[in-house]
């Protein structure tokens, strides 16, 4: 006989914790599933482990950068220490999360899961009737569909790394290229990435982003644009990419090949058409409080969802939404507005809002206000020649629409942008708290 839940969650990540919490706090009985270790992607594999590296990389970068200003001497990342301080933070997870799941009365199940109905899951041999399911199995690396594509590394291959090779091609250009070329140039790698558009970082914005890639040549990455992977071949001693470009073809030599390239939603081995969930475009069909537009007993949430930005706090809102729909009714709506983004190089690039193209397609009328200020006291006083911004204000309102930020402290400044945007404050607003000085917040009034 199948064992019955109120609410079985697939995966457990940051939606999974959120959500099985909520609801078993409400009385629920809950089971959560996934075939990895518990914890999920950013605390195992993404957001947590790469900031424990990037720690590394600032202090290096940072020692660089002041010699001549007071600072002597040389460091240099010592990647397995490095990678034993990620450990010391990654290495607990699981466990505490299982006994976390213990102590709530949640019943946890490891191993594959699997529609066999439309309430009802199997798990290493386990039929778990449901009469909710919450599908929150985060994302995976999108197919390349080029040959020799199973010999290219993931980023959690990446980060699980004992000893750092010596080139490194990576197969992409957006958030995972940029901030592990940096990481792996500052630690002694040759880096080449091959980005099949235009331009890094696609998603933020191009002025800043061309100012970023002084950077990445100072590091001495090797950024083709334009080219397209086409096939990797194992070779005696390591990999050979064969990429394509303008018409030509070449080649570049690797000891380690990443997938850079995007992710998608993670759902397939979960067996969907057992369950009459249905897919639109390779992604789940969803109502707009995050129900399965066919099976109404399903919900979704974070990266499986693909309903907004694929960022943990994006995961941590829709849980708590498909959370409260499944206490009260579907009543309560994922709002997505003012959700920063940071890629986390050094210096990190942030943004958050619109962007100038996007508000001009919306006929919004607005001021621009941008600038490259290396001789500001926040770039000048860490030696860091890298450091401008863009912000947008709508002429009528004055409100803040989007703002965006590289340089000294952007990870962090641009929270006060997306507080700005998320409740509707103005520029003036802004510009009229009085900051602590002199920090990277207390620039801002001068950015608008």
Sequence with gaps: MADAYDLVVLGSGTAAQVAS?????????????????????????????????????????????????????????????????????TDPVPEKQETR????????FHGLARFVGPDAVAVDGRVLQARHVLIATGARPAPLGIPGEEHVATSDDFLELEALPVRIVFIGGGYIAAEFSHLAARAGAKVTVLQRGARMLPHFDADLVGWLMERFADLGIEVRTGAAAKRVERTGDGFLVHAEADGRAWSVAADLVVHAAGRVPDLEALDLAAGGVRLERGRLALN?????????????????????????????????????????????????????????????????????????????????????????????????????????VEEDTGRILGAHLVGPHADEVINLFALAIRHRLTATQLKETMFAYPTGASDVGYML
């Design 21 to 89: 919490a909520w609801v078993r706090a409400a009385g629920w009985r809950v089971a959560v599933i996934d075939h990895r270790p518990f914890g999920g992607t950013c605390a195992l594999r993404g957001c947590d482990p790469k900031k424990m590296l990037v720690s590394g990389e600032e202090a290096v970068d940072a020692v660089r950068r002041m010699r001549g200003h007071g600072v002597e001497g040389e460091a240099r990342i010592a990647w397995p220490e490095l990678m034993a301080f990620k450990r010391s933070f």
């Design 101 to 108: 799941y213990a102590e709530r009365g949640i019943d946890a």
């Design 288 to 392: 707009e409080f995050l129900q399965s537009a066919s099976n109404p007993r399903v919900y979704a949430a974070g990266d499986a969802a693909g309903s907004g930005p694929p960022l943990t706090p994006v995961s941590s809102q829709d849980a708590k939404v498909a959370a409260a729909n499944l206490l009260g009714g579907n009543h309560a709506r994922p709002d997505y507005r003012g959700v920063p983004s940071v890629a986390f190089t050094v210096p990190p690039i942030a943004a958050v809002g619109l962007g100038e193209a996007e508000a001009r397609e919306r006929g919004l009328r607005f001021l621009v206000n941008s600038e490259r200020v290396p001789g500001w006291f926040t770039a000048r006083r860490l030696a860091e020649r890298v450091y401008g911004f863009k912000t947008l």
